[in-house]
């Protein structure tokens, strides 16, 4: 049983630019949600995926979008990256209550 | 909506000894609290958790109790081991916001 699986690892991006980061769930789950971790803090939750739609949304200004598939994977896309954008994205699955994290994706903004 | 303090920030113990770190939290609605180990450059892992109808859990040398009264809700590590050295997140979840809300973290150091 797969966990939840994140690519690209690793990213380095130009100011400016736009980036789009993927997810696929762990089987069974249809629950997606996207997190922000910057260096030594917590997990800032961006928004949340369920049923293809946007179900909940963090204090994360609308260069952050995302969009789910029909299977459960997601994507989480940034435009006009920013140094600050630069942290672990982590994408999380769910059913009902549990939580589980991909590994996530490091991006860096130069 | 939610808001999740945790404490300590830091948490140095020595090896054999229990670990204690308290989380509280303002929603009375919220109704499951998990926890997650963060080891250094991996994913948060869910290591323990607890709904809103029980008081305590309890998971080898890993328990959490939950006092709904009060709003909080600690991580009790016994016979702490080296590799329990990691940051460790509380987090909150209810029904009315459908999406966790999560503490600072703690930074625990087990010395051998």
């Known amino acids: 049983d797969a966990g939840v699986t994140q690519s690209p690892t690793h990213l380095i991006k130009t100011r400016g630019q736009q980036v789009t980061l993927r997810c696929s769930p762990k089987?069974?789950?249809?629950?997606v949600s996207w997190y922000q971790q910057a260096l030594g803090q917590g997990p800032q939750f961006i928004f949340q995926?369920?049923?293809?739609?946007?179900?909940q949304r963090g204090n994360f200004p609308d260069r952050f979008s995302g969009h789910q598939f029909p299977n459960y994977s997601s994507e989480l896309n940034v435009n006009a990256l920013l140094l600050g954008d630069s942290a672990l994205y982590l994408c999380a699955s769910s059913a009902e209550y549990e939580q589980y994290f991909g590994p996530g994706t490091r991006l860096t903004v130069t | 909506g939610e808001n999740v303090e945790q404490h300590p920030s830091t948490l140095s113990v020595q090896e054999g000894d229990s670990a204690v770190i308290k989380c509280t939290y303002s929603?009375?609605?919220?109704?499951?609290f998990p926890w997650y180990k963060q080891e250094l450059g991996k994913r948060p892992q869910l290591i323990i958790d607890?709904?809103?109808?029980?008081g305590e859990k309890k998971d080898q040398r890993i328990a959490v109790t939950l006092n709904k009264t009060a709003k909080h809700f600690s991580l009790h590590i016994t016979e702490t081991q080296p590799e329990d050295s990691a940051v460790y997140f509380c987090?909150?979840?209810?029904?009315?916001?459908?999406?966790?809300?999560f503490g600072s973290g703690t930074k625990l150091n087990v010395k051998p």
């Open positions: 995926y369920y049923e293809e739609e946007e179900r």
């Open positions: 607890i709904r809103s109808n029980v």
């Open positions: 929603d009375s609605a919220s109704n499951y």
């Open positions: 089987s069974g789950h249809d629950t």
């Open positions: 987090a909150a979840w209810g029904n009315n916001f459908n999406k966790f809300y």
